[in-house]
């Protein structure tokens, strides 16, 4: 029963949530002690947050899901993990994510607030209602980005915002694109919005969202602001030094090539499931690791 009710929290997913490290990761604060522990509380909220919506949204969705040919073997689903004990856990890990965001700083409690409101009406509402569905999905990630700077006293740019929302919606249109060259003649069985979309429209949304996602990455690493702390809970966005700035315009490289090689996976008929294509492709894992290093070095090195 314990390895079912971990199995339902989908702890695969909580890659997901790697993405409140990016706001303090580009800060260049993630080498002060009481920010990597906000950051690390802030992380622990949002893993049992989404977690809680997992087994909401499988609650919800239980008929569906048994009519699904990988969805029907999830706990839920299957009957391992009775609907009564699947609502208590669900309640208790969707209370207790917000409260204890709320320990780091009032703003990123509301955050997670706010991503448990969106995700739980989600599988309530949204997910019925084509391209309502795919911005909802995608403003989980914007929350999670906006809390990781909340927590930690962090400011956003205007384009490190864009990139992470195009970026977020690129993932999941790919997602349901993927979803819908899968399941073919009933699409609907799985999710109630595919019917309403065509490949043809997916194809135009990944078009848009790939395109606005590499140009708002390009504007924020030539020309965005930084933030730097300058005192114990100060911070000022300020122009990157010269060499920094080189690193930040290499990052555009590993970036891009990245956005082209998931691209390419999606019309090779693959992508249903991100997460488990990033930890499958080798690929994608190189290309990550280049970022990250080019990336970092920009920040915390030079």
Known sequence: MITDLIKEARPKQWVKNVLVFAAPGAAGVLTQGHSVIR?????????????????????????????????????????????????????????????????????????????????TTYSAVWKHIAVVDLIAVAAGFVVRAIAGAAATNVPMSSWFVLCISFGSLFIVTGKRYAELRELGDAPSLARATLDDYSLGFLRIVLSVSFSATLVSYCVWAFEGKVARRIGPTQVLAVAPQSHSLLFYQLSIVPMLTALMRYLLILEQGHGAAPEEIFAADRTLQVLGLIWVAVFTTGVYVS
Request: hydrophobic share 55%; proline share 5%.
């Open 39 to 119: 950051a690390l509380i802030i992380f622990v909220a949002f893993c049992m947050a989404s977690a809680g919506t997992y087994y909401w949204n499988d609650i919800l969705d239980i008929e569906a899901d048994r009519a699904h040919p990988k969805k029907q073997f999830r706990p839920i689903a299957s009957g391992a993990v009775p609907l009564g004990l699947a609502r208590v856990v669900g309640t208790i890990l969707l209370v207790g994510g917000p409260a204890l965001a709320f320990t780091t700083r009032w703003q990123a409690g509301a955050a997670c607030v706010t991503y448990v409101v969106l995700t």
